[in-house]
């Protein structure tokens, strides 16, 4: 079993920066493939970003790319998410998860999930 708990949420004004942490316990992540989801009120989960096990690859929705950045100490066991230039509409509950089968998008395919961290971005 792995654990995991989100945390650095929070409210910033449109072009702030916040940076979510995923502490994991439990397992080593170090043999996961983590992501980042998000889920928007009355709008689908969607994946943000997913980092390789050893994080040299990785991918980013096209609503996001060029603003975060995901990535991974599997020393520490933690994932991050560094947000630049928020805007409005990446206001959601932030979820951190993760996976032994690399390369999903699929949020119904991830085995273990956090409990959301809320991000809410001002205009």
């Known amino acids: 079993q792995v654990q995991l708990v989100e945390s650095g949420g929070g409210l910033v004004q449109a072009g702030g920066s916040l940076r979510l942490s995923c502490a994991a316990s439990?397992?080593?992540?170090?043999?996961?493939?983590m992501a980042w989801f998000r889920q928007a009120p009355g709008k689908e989960r969607e994946l943000v970003a997913r980092?390789?096990?050893?994080?040299?690859?990785?991918y980013y929705a096209n609503s996001v790319k060029g603003r975060f950045t995901i990535s991974r100490d599997n020393v520490k066991n933690t994932v991050y998410l560094q947000m630049n230039s928020l805007k409005p509409e990446d206001t959601a509950v932030y979820y951190c998860a993760a996976d032994r089968v690399p390369g999903i998008s699929d949020s119904n395919e991830y085995d273990y999930w956090g409990q959301g961290t809320q991000v809410t971005v001002s205009s």
């Open positions: 980092v390789s096990l050893s994080g040299a690859r990785t």
């Open positions: 439990g397992r080593s992540i170090s043999s996961y493939s």
